[in-house]
């Protein structure tokens, strides 16, 4: 395990799947160009296509390339305060007191983190497909998280009230 010092905020963005989106997305629009560009000269017999028909191609195009977009959309950024994790609809802000443990298993496509209530939160901004970054991200997570243990201890019941 390294030692190294933790870092005093991390930030972490899916790079492949961003790339992935975007690429998508611009394909899509692209091949929607093309079919509303090509589509004036078609004609089914009974319905001619006009250039209302063309722009509304281009337009649906650029509303799912938007769709597509979203996916690349997760981001996770944690300082000594706590984490902000933003994944592809919803968005969570917590504090370090909330997260029981970071968790990044060998086969997990993505971190989670486990909350003290038992829930577990994906944090999609740390994907396993970036490999050593997302390494990286898990470590700087896993060390805020020790330093505000060292610095907010936790009463053991134990310890306060022993037993007989």
Do not use: C
């Amino acid at each position: 395990m390294s030692t190294a010092p933790p870092s005093s905020t991390v930030s972490a963005v899916p790079r492949r799947l961003r790339l992935v989106t975007r690429l998508a997305a611009a394909g899509l629009v692209a091949a929607m160009t093309v079919v509303a560009v090509l589509l004036k000269s078609s004609t089914t017999g009974v319905v001619a296509f006009r250039t209302a028909d063309q722009v509304a191609m281009i337009g649906l195009g650029l509303a799912m390339g938007a769709g597509v977009l979203l996916l690349g959309r997760p981001r996770v950024d944690a300082d000594a305060d706590g984490v902000r994790i933003r994944n592809i609809v919803a968005a969570h802000e917590l504090p370090w007191s909330a997260v029981h443990a970071v968790r990044f298993d060998r086969h997990s496509p993505w971190a989670t983190l486990l909350l003290g209530n038992g829930d577990e939160v994906a944090v999609l901004g740390v994907q396993a497909s970036d490999g050593e970054r997302a390494l990286t991200a898990v470590r700087g997570l896993r060390a805020l998280l020790d330093a505000y243990r060292e610095a907010h201890p936790v009463p053991r019941e134990d310890l306060l009230y022993p037993r007989e």
